[in-house]
């Protein structure tokens, strides 16, 4: 890059693959501020930070085989200089496994640890949908207890309000796969393999209920469905019977914990993994409750399966509750934003045996669209720095102090580092939100003082004021103060646009 | 994962590739502590953050060129579905670039960005050299004002005492490569491609100044130097008395800015660019002692040369100058933890012209071991949380109401989630170094008490206390306090062993 090449080389393109994306300013900020949330909630907890590195074996991340001539699906794979295959990890429980299993007898147990970080998936980006995005997870692994479990419902809780949510505005539902097996083993479908494709087909069904309703439902545990287009998808092929008591097991919600609970037993009738999971439940609803958790808050909620095989016990999700509005313009609600559960077989593959395991992962990047979504009628809190304008070149460490003694009073202020003219100065001013213009020319240094424009109060009074030159005679949105009053008028005009005070 | 295989497939082996690293506990704790504290004082600069994703064009990063059949050396690529070779970016820098050429008619300039970020090599790894690493970069694109590199030299000496560095343990060391083009020209050494060959010869010279002081730098100068295993390296092939010449430039420093910078106009002669470069070096020195950093903090030393051909105009390093031992046990100054300076070449490859930019770097990895050296004669001062014990399974919402309780008032604690009896709790807690353990048994709460054990306390006399019975029976590390009292009395616990409270 030192020296110009003779051949001019083609022109770079400057764009990102498809799926990723920059974050710049205030985003970043509000991301950060979410993570760090997060953080001291789950810190609060006992819980330790693990950060793993994004490049692991595609042995060790499990799923994934490789192809030698390429990379596998859904993950970024590449060989190491030794053939080996490497890849991008794709989520952060697999990391997780990987660095218990390693350093299994050395760790205190229960181990809790958080982590955080970007995850990679080699899949087709759609609207919202991108290849890099970033999770935030928590996990207690070598202990079967509830305690566990309940205690990460309360940890979601706690740090949906630590990011800013009211409460009301979020609920943590909370389900055990054991019920529903029960249920099914209740209505004759075989447990273990025998079952398996059937069951699948249940929690399909269910899965839609949001979506579909219980009609819907209904069809789809049943026949089949038939939907808007005409297209035709295979139903689980329950009888009747066995749909009504599905659908009584799913709808068994909205009461106490206890009323709920019982009717549950009901309908797990003898099934022994049924009762278990019931009592497992029980506990959990009893643990939050005595913590102070209402079902405000941590809801029981049999409708809540969480996809697919994975999970052998407590499922969990976390729901932002509160009207948005979809592309289609209709008025939904906002929906889930985490969501985990127990499961076994964490370390299984490394170490040959069952390790009990529980875990929650948060959508930082969905989570944080909630945020905006719940922001956005507030209005812009955010301001640029007050920007020091440079009006003659020789005095740049005049201008210097007056930006340092801003910080040093907790003012974020920049001196303008570029080398045009005044008029390009307050554009750049202007364009990046600064509220105050601070100014310096030759008269105002001979008099001992600044000058300093309200840009923002300017662009109120830019819209309301008719004639633009009336306005220009008037000058309200700028003051002129003795130089050695320049933090306190500064910070006198920040305040006057602070939104608590307006409300006054 | 969900059901388990027939087929017993073999286990997979939980390592990481080499030159990765996982980062656990307090050291996360640390990164990210520092990593904000950075932030901080960028961010009152009015600095922005960017964010960009891992993953880019091997065409937008520029510098390697792809194989067909196997990634580029030196970076970490894959090709997309599309065939496209993507890679992982190997500094914050050429995604900067990107960014800015992909907007840069909308952006304010100068646009002035700092980015923080894992960046990876596909290098042999060695020792402390890792292929996953940190870097916290700021740079303005679009200036060429000699203000926009004194205050990145104001910013790094900010930070670093931002991240706990007394005045005195760092220094940041300015220079500019004009000076040195223009003493080289000022001995005969052609400006321009000419004489680049002889000009890299000397700047790689130079550089080794700390590692082979001033004898072996005259001698690579010169003919060259064989060094003490017998290798011989070839020199620059400057006569005697350009060797002097150059010396006298790289000792310059060590006066007063305005005594050095006279001192180097001597050296540079009739060189226009000499010149130029001297009196950017001089206005650097101008505004950073305006604005009150003495020489104690910026420093003017000739003899910083920064690598190789890249930049153009100022440079700069950031050095932590406290003794430390090296792997030789031999005592140095820790060295280096950040470096940048001014080039011009940054968004050329998209938009085909120069755009004047200046940049720092800092390398975070290397800046953690900084501190952790700095901060290793102090105590531990990083407890691991609470430890509320469960004696008794049917009591846990009591147990949680505890923790619950410290947590409320700012006390990290968490309940034992694990399903173990007393005494593997009291290792557990152990192990996570908790300061306090709170027990209630059957007794206690009959009583309406609590135990607390002060493990801090326990492990300083079970050092100092000889017979271990006799210890058991005094249990001056155990107290028994009234439920109600739990946060109070846990705080005074907590209290006593703060280094503060000891000092007194």
Redesign the interface.
């Known amino acids: 890059?030192?020296?110009d090449k003779k051949k001019k080389?083609a022109?770079?393109?400057?764009?990102?693959?498809r799926g990723?994306?920059?974050?710049?300013?205030e985003d970043?900020?509000q991301?950060?501020n979410t993570l760090?949330a997060i953080?001291s909630v789950f810190?609060?907890?006992?819980f330790?930070?693990?950060?793993?590195?994004?490049?692991?074996?595609v042995?060790?991340l499990?799923?994934f085989l490789p192809d030698v001539d390429?990379?596998m699906g859904g993950v970024?794979?590449?060989?190491?200089e030794d053939e080996?295959w490497?890849a991008?990890r794709y989520d952060l429980t697999a990391p997780l496994?990987?660095?218990v299993?390693?350093s299994y007898d050395a760790l205190?147990?229960?181990f809790?640890?958080y982590q955080t970080g970007?995850v990679?998936r080699n899949e087709r980006p759609g609207p919202g949908r991108f290849?890099?995005f970033i999770q935030f997870d928590a996990d207690?692994v070598?202990?079967?207890?509830m305690?566990?479990d309940?205690?990460l419902c309360m940890m979601l809780a706690e740090a949906l309000e630590a990011v800013g949510m009211a409460r009301g505005d979020y609920i943590v539902r909370v389900n055990n796969r054991k019920i529903l097996n029960g249920v099914l083993e209740s209505i004759g479908i075989a447990p273990g393999?025998a079952g398996?494709e059937q069951r699948l087909g249940v929690l399909r069904a269910i899965d839609k209920l949001d979506r579909l309703g219980s009609q819907g439902v209904r069809a789809l545990l049943g026949d089949g469905r038939k939907d808007a287009s005409g297209d035709f998808t295979k139903g689980a092929g329950l009888s009747t019977d066995q749909v009504d008591k599905v659908l009584a097991f799913v709808d068994a919600g909205g009461q106490s914990p206890t009323a709920t609970c019982d009717r549950l037993l009901d309908l797990v009738g003898t099934s022994e993994i049924g009762v278990e999971g019931v009592s497992e439940l029980r506990e959990i609803a009893?643990?939050t409750?005595?913590?102070?958790f209402g079902a405000d808050r941590i809801l029981i909620d049999p409708s809540v399966v969480r996809g697919?095989?994975?999970?052998?016990g407590p499922v969990f999700e976390a729901e932002l509750t509160f009207p948005v509005t979809n592309e289609k313009g209709e008025t939904v609600v906002f929906g889930s934003v985490a969501g985990g559960g127990r499961?076994d077989?964490l370390?299984k593959?490394?170490?040959?045996r069952d390790v009990p395991a529980t875990g929650v992962s948060i959508g930082v990047d969905r989570l944080l669209t909630g945020i905006a979504a719940r922001q956005s009628q507030e209005s812009q809190l955010n301001d640029?720095?007050v920007?020091v304008v440079?009006m003659d070149r020789e005095e740049?460490?005049?201008y210097?102090?007056m930006?340092?003694e801003l910080?040093a009073s907790g003012v974020?202020?920049?001196?303008?580092?570029?080398?045009s003219g005044m008029r390009a100065q307050l554009k750049?001013a202007d364009?990046?939100q600064a509220p105050v213009v601070v100014i310096e020319g030759e008269d105002e240094r001979g008099q001992g003082v600044l000058t300093l424009k309200d840009l923002k109060l300017g662009s109120i009074l830019a819209k309301t004021i008719e004639s633009r030159e009336d306005w220009a005679k008037g000058q309200p949105a700028q003051i002129t103060v003795p130089r050695d009053r320049l933090v306190d008028e500064v910070k006198a005009l920040l305040d006057r646009h602070r939104p608590d005070q307006n409300a006054e």
């Open positions: 890059m030192a020296k080389p022109r770079a393109r400057a764009v990102l693959p990723f994306r920059d974050v710049y300013g970043v900020r991301r950060w760090s953080r810190d609060m907890h006992g330790d930070p693990l950060e793993t590195p994004a490049i692991e074996y042995e060790a499990g799923k390429r990379p970024f794979g590449f060989q190491d080996k490497l991008l496994a990987r660095m299993a390693g205190a147990k229960p809790r640890r970007p990679y290849r890099e207690s070598g202990t079967a207890e305690a566990a309940a205690e393999e398996e009893q643990l409750e005595a913590a102070g697919l095989g994975y999970y052998t499961y077989g370390v593959r490394f170490i040959g640029g720095p920007v440079v740049l460490p005049r210097q102090a930006a340092e910080r974020r202020a920049e001196m303008y580092v570029g080398g750049y364009k990046r």
